[in-house]
């Protein structure tokens, strides 16, 4: 029946890169590349970009505790999941089983981090591995991260050693079937790496 159709709706976690949010073309962007597969449903992980840059820094200056940091990190993934929210107009839900069972929505992931999250609380942890780890509890079929470049690699394995993704993400992705890096500063949307 389409009812039973709707609860096995595949779902993609989508891991918009902070850095995007710099621009203003990211909603046309993201809108086209999420309506390429429309029969998909999208759990959205938003990084925190020049926010969470600023707590680097902090850091830098500080020395500070690295617990704090992370916290502080993922605190403020909670504002740029809400901007991307608002510019977008995608719903913004709090908790993964909050995820609704069709269309696209942003997840904040702070609730699931401080409930359910394995990962280390250290700037070893990105919001890359967040989303990968995010990816591994819906079962999900497949993990994007768009970010503003492509990795050198195809291997998704050399990506954490060319910095592209943190130490930890080669770990947190070790059941996700497929992984994938789209450049969304490419206007065509096509420089897309991954298995």
Not at 3 to 12: D, K, L, S, V, Y
Not at 102 to 116: E, H, K, V
């Amino acid at each position: 029946s389409w009812g039973n159709r709707m609860t096995e709706c595949p779902i993609r976690v989508v891991k918009v890169g902070g850095s995007l949010l710099e621009n203003e073309w990211l909603p046309e962007r993201l809108q086209r590349l999420l309506q390429m597969s429309p029969h998909v449903r999208h759990g959205l992980v938003v990084g925190g970009g020049s926010l969470v840059d600023t707590v680097r820094r902090w850091d830098h200056t500080h020395g500070l505790p690295q617990p704090w940091c992370h916290w502080s990190s993922i605190r403020l993934m909670s504002e740029t999941a809400r901007l991307l929210a608002q510019v977008c107009a995608l719903p913004l839900v709090n908790d993964i089983p909050e995820l609704p069972q069709t269309g696209n929505s942003i997840l904040d992931c702070r609730q699931f981090m401080a409930r359910q999250s394995q990962l280390p609380q250290s700037w070893q942890t990105s919001s890359d591995s967040m989303a990968a780890e995010i990816a591994q509890i819906l079962n999900a079929d497949e993990l994007w991260l768009l970010k503003s470049a492509v990795p050198a690699s195809r291997l998704v394995s050399a990506w954490p050693a060319d910095g592209f993704v943190d130490s930890q993400f080669a770990q947190a992705i070790e059941n996700t079937r497929q992984v994938f890096a789209v450049n969304l500063a490419d206007p065509d949307l096509l420089s897309i790496r991954g298995i």
